[in-house]
Protein backbone atom coordinates (compact mmCIF):
# COMPACT_ATOMS: atom_id res chain seq x y z
CA UNK A 1 0.00 0.00 0.00
CA UNK A 2 1.08 3.28 -1.02
CA UNK A 3 0.06 6.86 -0.31
CA UNK A 4 1.35 9.64 -2.18
CA UNK A 5 0.19 13.11 -0.66
CA UNK A 6 1.31 16.47 -2.70
CA UNK A 7 0.27 20.02 -3.36
CA UNK A 8 2.06 21.54 -0.28
CA UNK A 9 3.96 24.64 -0.31
CA UNK A 10 4.59 28.15 0.47
CA UNK A 11 1.41 30.23 0.88
CA UNK A 12 1.06 34.28 1.94
CA UNK A 13 -1.81 34.25 4.64
CA UNK A 14 -5.31 34.30 3.02
CA UNK A 15 -3.99 32.51 0.26
CA UNK A 16 -5.43 28.76 -0.80
CA UNK A 17 -4.11 25.40 -1.35
CA UNK A 18 -5.18 22.24 -2.41
CA UNK A 19 -3.58 18.96 -1.58
CA UNK A 20 -3.70 15.82 -3.31
CA UNK A 21 -3.08 12.01 -2.19
CA UNK A 22 -3.04 9.32 -4.26
CA UNK A 23 -3.70 5.59 -3.07
CA UNK A 24 -2.56 2.63 -4.62
CA UNK A 25 -2.57 -1.15 -3.46
CA UNK A 26 -5.55 -1.05 -1.66
CA UNK A 27 -9.49 -0.96 -2.52
CA UNK A 28 -9.67 2.72 -1.80
CA UNK A 29 -13.48 2.47 -1.54
CA UNK A 30 -13.19 0.53 1.61
CA UNK A 31 -11.20 3.14 3.36
CA UNK A 32 -12.18 6.31 4.97
CA UNK A 33 -9.21 8.57 4.41
CA UNK A 34 -8.47 11.16 6.62
CA UNK A 35 -6.07 14.04 6.46
CA UNK A 36 -3.08 15.03 9.82
CA UNK A 37 -1.08 17.45 10.22
CA UNK A 38 1.69 18.16 12.19
CA UNK A 39 3.67 21.72 13.49
CA UNK A 40 7.70 21.83 14.54
CA UNK A 41 7.14 20.68 18.24
CA UNK A 42 3.83 19.45 18.63
CA UNK A 43 1.93 16.41 18.50
CA UNK A 44 0.23 15.04 15.08
CA UNK A 45 -3.58 16.84 14.96
CA UNK A 46 -6.67 15.56 13.31
CA UNK A 47 -7.68 17.64 10.23
CA UNK A 48 -10.30 15.96 8.52
CA UNK A 49 -11.83 12.72 7.44
CA UNK A 50 -13.62 11.47 4.84
CA UNK A 51 -15.88 8.17 5.12
CA UNK A 52 -15.29 5.65 1.93
CA UNK A 53 -18.11 6.39 0.15
CA UNK A 54 -17.89 10.13 0.78
CA UNK A 55 -20.81 10.26 2.19
CA UNK A 56 -19.76 11.71 5.77
CA UNK A 57 -17.23 14.86 6.52
CA UNK A 58 -15.61 15.62 9.76
CA UNK A 59 -13.45 18.26 11.07
CA UNK A 60 -11.59 19.62 13.33
CA UNK A 61 -13.16 22.86 14.91
CA UNK A 62 -10.23 25.15 14.14
CA UNK A 63 -10.29 24.26 9.90
CA UNK A 64 -14.20 24.04 9.79
CA UNK A 65 -15.37 26.64 7.39
CA UNK A 66 -12.12 27.11 5.42
CA UNK A 67 -11.08 23.45 5.10
CA UNK A 68 -13.09 20.64 2.61
CA UNK A 69 -12.25 17.23 1.96
CA UNK A 70 -13.01 15.29 -0.90
CA UNK A 71 -12.30 12.02 -2.64
CA UNK A 72 -12.91 11.14 -6.20
CA UNK A 73 -12.67 6.92 -5.78
CA UNK A 74 -12.60 5.81 -9.26
CA UNK A 75 -8.90 7.66 -9.17
CA UNK A 76 -8.28 6.47 -5.65
CA UNK A 77 -6.93 10.48 -4.55
CA UNK A 78 -8.47 12.20 -1.78
CA UNK A 79 -8.18 16.07 -1.68
CA UNK A 80 -7.72 18.76 0.82
CA UNK A 81 -8.80 22.44 -0.16
CA UNK A 82 -7.32 25.18 2.06
CA UNK A 83 -8.78 28.20 1.87
CA UNK A 84 -8.02 31.59 3.77
CA UNK A 85 -5.04 29.95 5.25
CA UNK A 86 -3.25 31.21 8.50
CA UNK A 87 0.12 31.30 9.83
CA UNK A 88 -1.03 28.66 12.40
CA UNK A 89 -1.95 26.26 9.78
CA UNK A 90 1.67 25.83 9.05
CA UNK A 91 2.72 22.13 9.18
CA UNK A 92 3.73 18.91 7.72
CA UNK A 93 0.06 17.56 6.31
CA UNK A 94 -0.29 13.97 6.10
CA UNK A 95 -2.79 11.80 4.58
CA UNK A 96 -4.01 8.21 6.13
CA UNK A 97 -6.35 5.65 5.09
CA UNK A 98 -8.11 3.82 7.70
CA UNK A 99 -10.67 0.64 7.72
CA UNK A 100 -13.69 0.23 10.05
CA UNK A 101 -13.28 3.49 11.65
CA UNK A 102 -16.22 4.50 13.87
CA UNK A 103 -16.83 8.04 14.81
CA UNK A 104 -15.02 8.43 18.30
CA UNK A 105 -11.66 7.17 16.11
CA UNK A 106 -11.24 9.17 13.55
CA UNK A 107 -9.20 11.83 15.03
CA UNK A 108 -7.33 9.27 16.51
CA UNK A 109 -3.88 8.86 14.04
CA UNK A 110 -3.20 4.53 15.51
CA UNK A 111 -6.34 3.92 14.47
CA UNK A 112 -5.44 4.43 10.96
CA UNK A 113 -3.86 1.79 8.92
CA UNK A 114 -1.52 3.31 6.59
CA UNK A 115 -0.07 6.89 5.77
CA UNK A 116 1.91 8.70 3.17
CA UNK A 117 4.60 10.60 3.33
CA UNK A 118 3.90 13.90 4.34
CA UNK A 119 3.90 17.50 2.25
CA UNK A 120 4.86 20.67 3.84
CA UNK A 121 2.80 23.71 3.95
CA UNK A 122 3.95 26.81 4.95
CA UNK A 123 1.82 30.10 5.58
CA UNK A 124 3.49 33.17 5.77
CA UNK A 125 2.39 36.23 7.54
Known amino acids: VQLQASGGGLVQAGGSLRLSCAAS????????MGWFRQAPGKEREFVTV????????YYADSVKGRFTISRDNAKSTVYLQMNSLKPEDTAVYYC???????????????????WGQGTLVTVSS
Open 25 to 32: GLIFSSYA
Open 96 to 114: AAGKGLIYSSYATPTRYDY
Open 50 to 57: IRGNGGST
